[in-house]
Nanobody, 121 residues
Framework: QVQLVESGGGLVQPGGSLRLSCAAS????????MGWYRQAPGKQRELVAA???????NYADFVKGRFTISRDNAKNTGYLQMNSLKPEDTAVYYC???????????????WGQGTQVTVSS
């Protein structure tokens, strides 16, 4: 069984910062790409940032220059550093990991339970 556990969400004022963490645990053979998505009320889930196993990263235009995605492969953990937060960043943030549990299993997507980020004065 594989679990993704997010942490680090909360309430922050506009212009503030938060750091989200996503720890993958359980039977993991190969942890490939990791990503962060978000979903605001009444909106579809959207990609925020993604990082490959080699730490190549890509970002949605609306977070470029403000958010940084990173990972610690030794800990099977991904991070999202969010700076200069805006009210429109308010959403539930979900961690995604593309991984395989064994050498003979194809990689597939796993999701965390989500963590709320609220940006408000």
């Amino acid at each position: 069984q594989v679990q993704l556990v997010e942490s680090g969400g909360g309430l922050v004022q506009p212009g503030g910062s938060l750091r989200l963490s996503c720890a993958a645990s359980g039977s993991i053979f190969s942890l490939n790409a990791m990503g962060w998505y978000r979903q605001a009320p009444g909106k579809q889930r959207e990609l925020v940032a993604a990082i490959s196993s080699g730490s190549g990263a890509n970002y949605a235009d609306f977070v470029k220059g403000r958010f940084t995605i990173s990972r610690d492969n030794a800990k099977n953990t991904g991070y999202l550093q969010m700076n200069s937060l805006k009210p429109e960043d308010t959403a539930v943030y979900y961690c995604n990991a593309h991984l395989s549990r064994t050498a003979w299993e194809l990689s597939r997507d796993y999701w965390g339970q989500g963590t709320q980020v609220t940006v408000s004065s």
